[in-house]
């Protein structure tokens, strides 16, 4: 992998996601050497995955270059690759690109799609969890209504324009409340020749309520928000099959659609040789002590999203956000500085919970801080003022900025773009309806 052997101890980390990124930044300056690996060479601020998919956001504003992040560090090192294996009796990993042997190795590759065993969904939804995905679900979108101009059949056309979102958390109710204001202010401008008042928003939900996590306030009024947006948010059904056209549901429920969006979970995204079961929660998370560590190793850590720390009042761990993510990289960094210089015993891990947030639409949001509970335009604000803080570099704090007050005034999302063309199979003929409320 061409880098150096010095006398400093090296810590691998794996993940240049938000964990990833606090730890190297608190570590890279101190007398060690760093090495972060990662199959993508840029951080993606996945809570504004979906204004990508909605066009409203191009991707290198929420995308920044992992080398240019930490380029101020000279003991630093990224390397663009994929970790295979992780040897721990001889201390290394394996990667597409050779192997490194580590002193210190702190996994941090967050979370991946859960289907929860279901193939067929898994073969035929649109998933939304790194950049290439939201860009194919915005190609196919943006295809799916050129293909409903080009066809004669009312019930294709349905089936084209009828959107179908699996999970009410924060990204499912994102995604609907940005899907229904297209359908509002930008189809029938784009579309002059379709009838796209028949095109329809939905929202599955296996529980009885929407942003689980968040208070009964938020949930009631985020579901206010979805109705007064046109989206119809339909509880208590899970989605057990979708062939590419018609998705079924624990309910008499049914939807033809050429667009089945699985926001319904994820879980740990381990790496062979730390993903025996002995290691793991269900999650498929990694078990780890109140120093991040994994269970009977001194040298291994996990954080963020794969990293399952159970504690008494934390009997299922961490919720899987960025801020749990950010403190554990931070804090596990000063443990092993404290581990690695002797400087003491490392620092139980304590969680501060600042708040859960989602944005439903144009000044509609809803926000839980610890004090205080509130929705609508105030939530909003804080919403966006909260994204644009957390944005890594100046530009794209800059862009999105930009982007958002233009997109405000305008009523518009002008990235709603096809550059990478998404090709679907083609739909199976079906003639069933979806049954409406
Ligand atoms: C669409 C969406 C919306 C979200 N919205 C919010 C929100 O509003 N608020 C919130 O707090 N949280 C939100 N989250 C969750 C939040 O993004 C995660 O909790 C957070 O990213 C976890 O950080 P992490 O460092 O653990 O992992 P990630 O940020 O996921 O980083 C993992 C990194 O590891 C790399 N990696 C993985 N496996 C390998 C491997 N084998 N080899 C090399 N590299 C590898 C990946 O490329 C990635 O860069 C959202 C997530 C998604 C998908």
Not at 118 to 131: F, G, Q, R
Not at 212 to 228: P, R
């Amino acid at each position: 992998m061409n880098i150096p052997q010095t006398s400093y101890p090296r810590v691998v980390i794996i993940g240049g996601g938000f964990g990833g990124i606090a730890l190297a930044k608190k570590l890279a300056k101190q007398e060690m050497q760093v090495v972060l690996l990662d199959k993508h060479n840029y951080h993606t601020f996945q809570p504004l995955l979906y204004q990508v998919s909605t066009g409203g956001l191009e991707p290198d504003s929420i995308a920044y270059p992992i080398r240019k992040i930490l380029s101020k560090y000279p003991n630093f090192y990224f390397r663009l690759a994929l970790v295979e294996a992780i040897d721990t009796a001889k201390k290394k990993v394996n990667t597409d690109i050779g192997e490194l042997k580590y002193d210190y190795l702190v996994l941090a590759t967050g979370s991946r799609t859960n289907f929860f065993g279901n193939k067929e969904i898994e073969a035929n939804s649109m998933i939304m969890k790194t950049v290439p995905e939201a860009l194919n679900l915005r190609s196919l979108i943006l295809e799916n209504f050129e293909e409903a101009l080009l066809t004669d059949s009312l019930d294709e056309q349905d089936a084209l324009m009828n959107f179908v979102i699996v999970g009410a958390g924060p990204t499912g109710v994102e995604l609907a409340g940005a899907l229904a204001e297209i359908k509002k202010g930008i189809l029938p401008k784009d579309y002059p020749d379709l009838d796209t008042r028949r095109a329809q928003i939905n929202i599955v939900q296996s529980g009885d309520t929407i942003l689980k996590g968040m208070s009964d306030k938020a949930s009631i009024k985020a579901e206010d928000f979805l109705e007064e947006l046109g989206v119809n948010v339909w509880k208590n059904t899970r989605v057990i099959g979708y062939d590419g056209d018609m998705v079924t549901t624990t309910t008499d429920l049914t939807f033809r659609t050429a667009t089945l969006i699985w926001a319904a979970g994820v879980h740990g995204e381990t790496v062979h040789g730390l993903d025996a079961k002995e290691l793991l929660v269900p999650g498929n998370r990694v078990k780890v002590n109140q120093y991040n560590q994994v269970t009977g190793f001194n040298d291994i850590f996990a954080i963020g999203d794969v990293a399952c720390m159970v504690t008494p009042d934390m009997p299922n761990g961490h919720l899987m956000v960025a801020q749990v993510a950010l403190q554990q990289g931070a804090h596990l960094g000063d443990n092993l500085l404290r581990l690695i210089e002797k400087k003491g015993s490392m620092k139980p891990f304590a969680y501060h919970d600042k708040g859960t947030m989602a944005t439903i639409g144009r000044n509609k949001a809803v926000v839980d801080l610890p004090r205080y509970k509130f929705q609508g335009f105030f939530a909003w604000f804080v919403w966006m003022f909260v994204h644009l803080f957390f944005l890594i570099g100046f530009r794209n704090r800059a862009v999105v900025f930009i982007n958002w007050v233009y997109n405000y005034v305008r009523f518009d999302r002008e990235a709603r773009l096809i550059i990478r063309p998404y090709k679907k199979p083609k739909m199976k003929v079906n003639t069933m309806k979806q049954k409406k409320a």
